[in-house]
């Protein structure tokens, strides 16, 4: 591999998929106490905390493990999108991400749910609001789809099995095309001239130790800042904050309503999605693609002045019948 990959920028998707292996490891864990059934989940959640032993840290480490994962995934797609490293032959491999991290997207919010509390219940009514506005595209999350078993077990199934197993086939593709294309060259060296090689496994060994940085930062941060779990949720109120990462979405549904969140998260996806096709030039170095620097700088000003917009602002009451 050129001596580049070893940089921290080329780095990012190694450290992506570190955390997602902690999460496999403390989610299995942590599934050995958890219980879906919505009567026990929320005790469940409470005991593994106070009841079971290293349970509130094992808990913690897979709480920001999420966080870093989504975190990283986002700095991974920016870099990526800067280096221009989504352009011919790589066009695929950036959709393969962009699936990765819309399912990333959906473990966060199923894992939100599983706690079920306050802030769980309200994240799932939000869905169900979705999934009605979706019409007959919502299907999944209506409880005739599968009368027998409650909705909570289905995402449960979703969070433990469906969305990680999806995310692990999708790595492997996404691996495999790494390696049948090469990683992309800097664009300010584009023949690599002068550039040292160094076996593979030099390039493990150097995300490895990135890793267990990674792994030491979110142990402490369990230690320190443990997530917390509220009592049994109440119905009929809306009352909670979401996570911080859907609060740019929740102010466009102070603004529009529930369809705010699905025309944001709608359009954004779109517009990952169509990057490799709409800008096909070669150019690679950021100084030469002003148009898609502009375009790039304005989605994320917006995404962040929107988030900053809900931290300020009272939560307006959304979801029907509240
Ligand atoms: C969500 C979990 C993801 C994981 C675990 C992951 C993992 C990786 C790894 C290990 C690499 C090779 C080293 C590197 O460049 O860091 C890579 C490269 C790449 N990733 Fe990802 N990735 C993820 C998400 C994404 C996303 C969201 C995108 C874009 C939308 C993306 C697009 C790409 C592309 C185009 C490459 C080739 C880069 C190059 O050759 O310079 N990935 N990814």
Known sequence: ????????????????????????????????????????????????????????????????????????????????????????????????????????????????????????FEALGHNLEIARLLGGLGFWFNTSFSPALPLLVRLYVAHVSLIPGLILVLLVLHALLVKRHKISPPPDNPDETGEPLAPFTHHLRRVGALGLVLLGGLGAAAVLFPPGVGPTPVEGIEVTRPPWMYWWMFTLENWI?????????????????????????????????????????????????????????????HLAGM
């Not at 219980?35 to 009841?51: F, K, Q, W």
């Not at 529930?258 to 709608?266: D, P």
């Not at 002003?290 to 375009?295: I, K, L």
């Open 1 to 120: 591999m050129p001596s580049h990959a070893n940089t921290l920028a080329y780095s990012l998707g190694g450290l992506t998929a570190f955390s997602l292996l902690i999460l496999i490891a403390t989610g299995l864990t942590l599934g050995q106490f958890y219980d879906p059934d919505p009567a026990a989940a929320n005790t469940s959640t409470r005991h593994i905390v106070e009841g079971v032993y290293l349970g509130r840290f094992v808990r913690g480490v897979h709480f920001w493990a999420a966080e870093a994962m989504y975190v990283l995934a986002i700095v991974h797609l920016l870099r990526i999108f800067l280096t221009g490293s989504y352009k011919r032959p790589r066009e695929a491999n950036w959709l393969v991400g962009v699936a990765m991290f819309a399912l990333t997207f959906s473990a966060l919010f199923t894992g939100t749910v599983l706690k079920w509390d306050q802030e769980g």
């Open 257 to 317: 309503g529930l369809s705010g969140i699905l025309w944001g998260g709608g359009v954004l996806f779109v517009l990952l999605v169509a990057v490799p096709f709409i800008d096909r030039r070669p150019e690679r170095h950021w100084r030469k693609r002003p148009v898609a620097m502009a375009v790039a700088a304005l989605v994320v000003i917006a995404i962040i002045v929107l988030t900053v917009l809900e931290a300020v602002t009272t939560p307006a009451e």
